[in-house]
């Protein structure tokens, strides 16, 4: 296709107006019509060696289900998609694809890349409203019996892709709603909630078993799970919030982003009064942490009914780990952005509850381990902003539960379980392991990425018995 025709500009989704979406939890973007989509995926170069395939976790065929969307043959995109991806709906909506897919699309490079989150969104809504679902081939069965330990990101593709090869699934989750950080992290207005669910009962109709309020380490431990099945997953996900350890950290009315959203999200405060959750609804509120789950709870405490919502970062906005269009939502929305600015102290009134935070403000100075530039104090730079509500959003580590109660399970120092990368075996024999849970809080593609490298060694380990 001559690169004359093709439109510099990638075709826009329609959204909420900002300043109706700031009080609503209703889904931000619109979504494509079958026309938008056609016109964005006749903008795909169809390149013989693709280099966004490369840049896909998960190894979507691209440049494939683009290919039958431009030609209006949806069915047939739904179809290629589910070869390798049982979780487009999720994928197409908090991905980061301009990282990962879209960061390496060769359109990029002189014009806007193909939208292909978008477009995989698009085809997997265009599924939920046919009257049936593609289904995906599964293997004749093998007799061989696999538990999964958590129902996120990785634990569903594994269990997908598990099935697909005809063996028999069951996942334990310990929580009473499958999904993970899908579920209980990612705001309603980012990844409604029926969307999981959606995929999720996909599974259990390939005949995935599911089995809720099930915390393993407690009720069963992973050796006695080997007692029962051929391997075990272990995608428990890194659910162990972080603090700063700073003087008044405390105080009532400061909560970790886990349970703030948690409670919003999966406990549904944000249906008030339908769903009467206890949740401190401040109207003065300071978020701490600049990823993409500090731009949830700050956008979250907006809708919330805050009258002023303020994200705390310690270094620039080049440095923000968050996606860029979350930023930009949040922006849109009205949180104030304190940029170079490091909270060091809260201070409480007289019945304990938060009123001030006293932060310092920071210069940068040399790269750190991280490839980012380190945040330095200015000295005597100190000020406050009166708060009322204050959510931190530094980071997770694992829960120590399940390397606590399994001998032979070996951790880094960092808490996460040690695993060769390549196959995602875990230092004891038959138990495999991906996600947060190995790499610490990261994406969703890549728990997903880790989810199928791990299907296939356990595939190979489960046919053959080497270790």
Not at 282 to 307: H, P, S, W
Not at 452 to 465: P, Q
Request: aromatic fraction near 6%; charged fraction near 25%; proline fraction near 7%.
């Amino acid at each position: 296709m001559p690169v004359a025709k093709i439109s510099p500009k990638r075709t826009p989704m329609s959204e909420q107006p900002a300043d109706k979406r700031r009080h609503n939890f209703d889904e931000v973007p619109y979504g494509y019509t079958p026309e938008q989509a056609m016109a964005e995926a006749q903008r795909c170069l169809q390149c013989k060696k693709p280099s966004c395939v490369s840049g896909c976790p998960v190894q979507v065929d691209i440049p494939g289900f683009i290919r039958e969307v431009a030609q209006g043959n949806f069915l047939e995109a739904v179809k290629i998609m589910k070869r390798t991806n049982v979780l487009p709906a999720i994928c197409g909506r908090v991905c980061p694809q301009e990282v990962q897919c879209e960061g390496a699309c060769i359109l990029g490079k002189k014009m806007e890349p193909v939208a292909i989150g978008n477009l995989e969104r698009f085809i997997a809504d265009w599924e939920a409203t046919q009257p049936e679902c593609v289904m995906c081939e599964i293997q004749p069965a093998t007799g061989k019996k696999v538990a999964v330990v958590g129902a996120g990101p990785a634990g569903l593709t594994i269990a997908g892709d598990m099935r697909k090869l005809g063996h028999s699934v069951t996942i334990f989750e310990a929580l009473h709603k499958p999904g993970g950080v899908l579920m209980y992290g990612i705001p309603e207005f980012r990844l409604p909630k029926a969307v999981v669910e959606r995929e999720v009962n996909f599974l259990l109709s390939m005949g995935v078993e599911l089995k809720l309020d099930y915390v393993v380490g407690k009720l069963k431990t992973i050796d006695e799970l080997l007692g029962e099945y051929d391997a075990v997953f272990v995608g428990t996900g890194a659910g162990l919030p972080l603090f700063m350890g700073i003087p008044g950290e405390n105080s009532l009315g400061i909560y970790s982003a886990n349970e703030y959203l948690t409670r919003s999200n999966l406990m549904k405060a944000y249906l008030f009064p339908k769903y009467d959750t206890p949740i401190v609804r401040g109207k003065q509120v300071a978020v701490i942490g600049g990823g993409n789950v500090a731009m949830d709870a700050a956008r979250t405490a907006l809708r919330l009914g805050a009258e002023r919502v303020v994200l705390i970062y310690r270094r620039s906005r080049d440095e923000m780990p968050a996606r860029a269009a979350e930023i930009h939502h949040a922006e849109e929305e009205g949180v104030e952005f304190q940029l170079l600015t490091n909270p060091v102290r809260y201070i409480a009134d007289e019945q304990g509850w938060v009123k001030e935070v006293e932060c310092l403000r920071m210069e940068l100075g040399e790269p750190d381990a991280s490839g980012r530039r380190r945040p330095v104090p200015v000295p005597n730079s100190e000020f406050r902003i009166p708060v009322d509500t204050v959510v931190v959003a530094i980071g997770n580590s694992p829960n120590p539960l399940i390397p606590q109660t399994t001998p032979g399970l070996e951790t880094t120092k960092r808490g996460t379980l040690l695993v060769d990368p390549n196959t995602g075996k875990t230092t004891k024999k038959g138990v495999f392991a991906g996600g947060d849970i190995v790499t610490g809080a990261a994406t969703v593609i890549l728990a997903m990425g880790a989810g199928r490298v791990a299907a296939k060694a356990m595939d190979e380990f489960l046919r053959t018995g080497q270790w």
